[in-house]
Nanobody, 115 residues
Framework: VQLQASGGGLVQAGGSLRLSCAAS????????MGWYRQGVAKQREMVAI???????EYADSVKGRFTISGDNAKNTVYLQMNSLKLEDTAVYYC??????????WGQGTLVTVSS
């Protein structure tokens, strides 16, 4: 399985960005896709997850500002990020989980929020 993430960049505080992650390959059923992030000197943390049945989960810090959605036909997940804050600055990683506890990560895309 390959995960191709895109959409990161530099944005001013209060602005918006949309991340995309396209999955390709794989023989087993996908259980979920999501986004994690890792800031400088911080541990990687879950940002948002969407399961195969459309259930979503968000970190408390992004609730009401970020929205995760998926396009099953395109095997793509999106993360719409609004009202961005300085503390949202991080490398964002796409994640996909499949049957048999198989897990894959994208290459990471940098989001920088400036004041």
């Amino acid at each position: 399985v390959q995960l191709q993430a895109s959409g990161g960049g530099l944005v001013q505080a209060g602005g918006s960005l949309r991340l995309s992650c396209a999955a390709s390959g794989g023989l087993f059923s996908r259980k979920s896709m999501g986004w994690y992030r890792q800031g400088v000197a911080k541990q990687r943390e879950m940002v948002a997850i969407i399961t195969a049945d459309g259930t979503t989960e968000y970190a408390d810090s992004v609730k009401g500002r970020f929205t995760i959605s998926g396009d099953n036909a395109k095997n793509t997940v999106y993360l719409q990020m609004n009202s961005l804050k300085l503390e949202d600055t991080a490398v964002y990683y796409c994640n996909a989980q499949y049957e048999w506890q198989l897990e894959y990560w994208g290459q990471g895309t940098l989001v920088t929020v400036s004041s």
